[in-house]
């Protein structure tokens, strides 16, 4: 948060970015930590499940969850590649984060955990685009000369973000108990009170090519989901 001069009027850009704020409810109980070509036209690769490992097939399935949620908003072709995993303590997390660009926490009622999906900057900007020009002929990326991340992006994309999200859950057998207390979106990645700093959690990524929009998505979760 930044520091405000006193007796200084707010700038129009201070004003603004303390809506975003407010809009997605962005507290002080966080703290700031940053290829093959695809096959033809029409062709969404889905992953099959003849796997014995189950750590391979519940990649295996949310490789097919995303193919499934994302056919519906990106045009042409497009392959999902999951990608070496991580297994961190929660305090290092920072130590994967791409700098800025777009995560989305997930706290759950009952446990006292959070579930991260992060999207790269270009994935981000890319499906903010593809939902702003849906009604248009012509896709153009409005937000590809960004300097930086935006929290505007999130206008377009939160309720897509959510919705993903609650599909990649119902993946988990007791998906009834994991229920979202509350959803946060923020530009870099954020730690919550209160949760153990020495909780083993797991980066799950997966590289997302298409003519479009392409970069990474990682799905963060405690190891004991797993």
Not at 130 to 144: G, T, V
Not at 155 to 165: G, I, N, P, V
Not at 170 to 195: N, Y
Request: hydrophobic share 35%; proline share 4%; charged share 20%.
């Amino acid at each position: 948060m930044q520091n405000h001069i006193p007796d200084q009027v707010p700038s129009s850009e201070e004003i603004y970015n303390e809506m975003i704020r407010d809009t997605f409810d962005v507290s002080e109980n966080y703290s700031s930590q940053e290829e093959e070509s695809f096959p033809g036209e029409g062709f969404s690769m889905q992953i099959g499940s003849d796997s014995d490992s189950s750590d391979n097939l519940l990649v295996q399935r949310i490789v097919n969850t995303l193919t499934a949620q994302l056919q519906a908003i990106l045009p042409g072709a497009f392959r999902i590649t999951p990608l070496p995993e991580q297994c961190l303590s929660y305090a290092n997390l920072h130590s994967w984060s791409p700098g800025r660009s777009y995560f989305s926490l997930f706290e759950m009622q009952q446990s006292k955990s959070v579930w991260i999906l992060h999207l790269s900057r270009s994935v981000g900007e890319g499906l903010a685009s593809l939902a702003h020009s849906k009604n248009s002929r012509n896709y153009r990326n409005i937000y590809h000369d960004l300097r930086e991340a935006d929290s505007v992006i999130y206008l377009e994309t939160a309720e897509m973000l959510r919705k993903l999200f609650g599909s990649l859950l119902e993946l988990w057998p007791a998906s009834d108990k994991l229920k979202v207390a509350r959803c946060r979106h923020i530009l870099q990645l954020g730690f919550l009170q209160g949760l153990a700093q020495d909780e083993e959690y797991v980066v799950l990524p997966f590289y997302l090519d298409n003519k479009d929009c392409s970069g990474n998505i990682h799905l963060v979760l405690p190891q004991r989901y797993l």
